[in-house]
Nanobody, 119 residues
Framework: QGHLVESGGGLVQAGGSLRLSCAIS????????MGWFRQAPGKEREFVGR????????LYANSMKGRATISRTKGENLMYLEMHSLSPEDTAVYYC????????????WGQGIQVTVSS
């Protein structure tokens, strides 16, 4: 099992919701940023959003604002991505990533998990 392990993906109908989880081995630093990225077929990997582990502050890509919520459970070293109003354009492999120092360098990546939104 790797350092970051995603779960919760699968098939969902358009307009539906989904929650992804990312289990983190080891405790992130307060300065650590944990993020979500996605890669659709034939497209480059793109940023979805991130959370500062210590402060809990979040940042989202414009495409996800109002439709996504990133949260974390510090005691269990878990991060979540809740998505709503999903459309087929959200179909992608979703990755969690860790920027240990919070300086914009994503050093660790999960193996990715498939999310498929049917129309």
């Amino acid at each position: 099992q790797g350092h970051l392990v995603e779960s919760g993906g699968g098939l969902v109908q358009a307009g539906g919701s989904l929650r992804l989880s990312c289990a983190i081995s080891g405790r992130p630093y307060s300065s650590t940023a944990m993020g979500w990225f996605r890669q659709a077929p034939g497209k480059e990997r793109e940023f979805v959003g991130r959370i500062r582990w210590g402060a809990g502050t979040t940042l989202y890509a414009n495409s996800m604002k109002g439709r996504a919520t990133i949260s974390r459970t510090k005691g269990e070293n878990l991060m979540y991505l809740e998505m709503h109003s999903l459309s087929p354009e959200d179909t992608a492999v979703y990755y969690c990533a860790e920027d240990r120092g919070g300086n914009g360098s994503w050093e660790y990546w999960g193996q990715g998990i498939q999310v498929t939104v049917s129309s």
